[in-house]
């Protein structure tokens, strides 16, 4: 049921993503306590094989990667990664993307999904957004996020402002911030805004009530699991409910993002 759940939110998240240039009528809600369940013929969860102590595994360089980083994520340590990659040099400070490598991995049990929910390129406020035009987005929907104002950045800001603001502060992806909001709160399809302060889930009464602290906290915990996985400092976490998360050491920095995000508000049972 775990898997189900995470699934279930991915899916969700990608479906609003992928229709973020899409006409409303497109979008459709989803309850964020609602998991799909999975059928009998579904595939089962894919595990990694438990690796010998050491043993070579083939790894393509992602954008960002480091030599520490990826020592943290396969469990090893970055001298052995250097020895068994000696066309490295051993003062490269960020690995070239698409440059192939054999890591001497180290086995942990309980790595998650291999699953990745979307490209790290689509997670940061960069050029794959420079087109989306936000206010005219959140206008086109019924929701109450396009009647939402709040005090942000030293003045009143509409929903779609704040979404901005928040987005270019944090370089995060203005879709994702979207997709969050509607998945957590129906920020786009729902009339009526939620009548808790604390629209993401994160109860902390001192400072983070209402919408724009709420996706203030968002944006920072995404870029916590995304750059601290980046970095290699957060290679496992645990759920609300107890149970630890320890995400598969060829897995993307935005997934993981993703993953440490909804790990701080959504039980994984």
Known sequence: MKHALQYGIYT??????????????????FDATAAPTPEATSTPYITRPKFDPGEL?????????TISGLAGRFNTSAEEIL???????????????GM???????????????????????????????????????DAYPGWLKEHRDYAGGENRSGAEIV???????SVSPRLLLAILEYQSGALTKMEEPETPY?????????????????????????NGYYGWRGGSLTEFDRTDGSLERPDPWQNAASVGIQYYFSRTLSGS
């Open 12 to 29: 969700a998240l990608i479906f609003l993503l992928l229709v973020g240039c899409a006409p409303p009528d497109a979008l459709i809600q």
């Open 57 to 65: 595994v083939e790894y393509v360089a992602q954008t960002g990667d």
């Open 83 to 97: 020895v068994n990659n000696p066309v490295i040099p051993h003062n490269v400070s960020v690995l070239p993307p």
């Open 100 to 138: 192939p490598m054999q890591i001497p991995i180290y086995y942990l049990p309980l790595w998650g999904s291999q699953f990745q929910i979307m490209p790290d390129s689509a997670f940061v406020n960069g050029p794959a957004g420079i087109d989306f035009d936000i206010q005219s987005y959140v």
């Open 164 to 170: 901005s603001y928040v987005a270019t502060n944090f």
């Open 199 to 223: 629209t993401l889930g994160y109860i902390e009464p001192i400072s983070h009530q209402g919408m724009y602290l709420q996706l203030i906290w968002a944006a920072n915990t995404l870029n």
